[in-house]
């Protein structure tokens, strides 16, 4: 039984608690959204759809988790949650944009342990 | 659709562009943070309550009912909190209130009798399934409201005041992930 390299799911923890980290210190220091932010989620975006890229191609050949349908609901609102943030963010002009941001950082590291939970072979 | 920006003084050694020195409703400022988990939450509750109601509803119905009504609750929170209005924080104020009261019961339910509640829902056991986030949110959102409470009632919700601006920061202290005073520092004397 092949497994999902745990290179990826780890990259994406770290990266989403690294971006919740320098968000939450952007939102302490009273920083306004800015560009180097908005591409630290751009990359936590690309990385979560590598991730969503991988379970799928899994998926295709064949292999299924006990909770199938679970599996796609997450598959699905995975990607959106960085591009909602992003957007709900923006339209915030003070240091609270930052701050939805961390939000969207630690859901992501959360979502890659529930990952694990609900397919296994998703390895962390 | 951004909110229109009240004339505000740059902060010094702050950020380059002057953000507004007070949030325009309750879904601006801590709001956009608040409505954010607020969203999370309603997403994330309706999918689990939808899933467990769906495939495996005679396993512990009771659990799953209270799971779906929490998915609710979240949701006009949500939508409340989003829209802003008078009316609208009115009924997010019952919402939230309803929610911190169900989060207690819930817990304490689901501690004194486990059997009921064979799998996780949002509100067992305090919602610990999901960092204990669940009890915290609706007294954040209270606070919240009771900020937008006493500022229509001072009838300072245009011109900033020096009075606003002393609970503004009661009120800022107490919500949010920075810590420190935001609203007062911006607000024009």
């Known amino acids: 039984m092949s497994c999902v390299n745990g290179a990826v799911p780890t990259t994406i923890i770290v ?26 989620v751009g990359v936590l975006e690309i990385l979560l759809l590598v991730q969503v890229g991988i379970i799928v191609a899994k998926l295709a050949g064949g292999e299924r988790p006990a909770g199938l349908a679970t599996l796609i609901g997450y598959l699905i609102a995975t990607p959106l949650v960085p591009l909602a943030a992003a957007f709900w963010g923006l339209m915030e002009r003070s240091r609270w944009g930052p701050a939805v941001i961390a939000v969207a950082g630690l859901v992501a590291a959360v979502l890659m342990v529930r990952l694990h939970q609900i397919w296994p072979v998703i390895h962390v | 659709m951004a909110s229109p920006e009240p004339a505000a003084s740059p902060e010094p050694g702050a950020s380059p562009d002057p953000a507004p020195s007070r949030p325009a409703s309750t879904r601006t400022g801590p709001g956009r943070l608040l409505v954010a988990v607020y969203a999370l939450f309603a997403l994330s509750a309706s999918a689990r309550a939808g899933v467990q109601i769906a495939t495996k509803f005679s396993h512990a119905p009771v659990a799953y009912l209270l799971s779906a009504f929490a998915a609710v609750v979240y949701i006009v929170a949500t939508v409340t909190l989003g829209v802003g209005s008078p009316t609208a924080r009115r009924i997010a104020l019952l919402s939230c209130s309803i929610e911190l009261a169900g989060v207690l019961a819930v817990g304490t339910w689901s501690l004194a009798d486990p059997a009921t509640f064979p799998d996780a829902t949002v509100w067992s056991s305090y919602g610990s399934g999901y960092g204990f986030v669940p009890l915290v949110l609706p007294v954040f959102g209270l606070l919240w409201l009771r900020y937008w409470a006493r500022r229509s009632k001072t009838g300072g919700t245009i011109v900033a005041s020096a009075e606003d601006t002393g609970e503004a920061a009661a009120g800022g202290a107490a919500h949010g992930a920075g810590g420190a005073p935001g609203h007062s520092a911006g607000s024009v004397g």
């Open chain 1, 15 to 40: 990266a989403g608690l690294a971006l919740a980290g320098y968000a939450l210190l952007m939102t302490a220091l009273n920083r306004r959204m800015n560009v180097p932010l908005l591409a630290a």
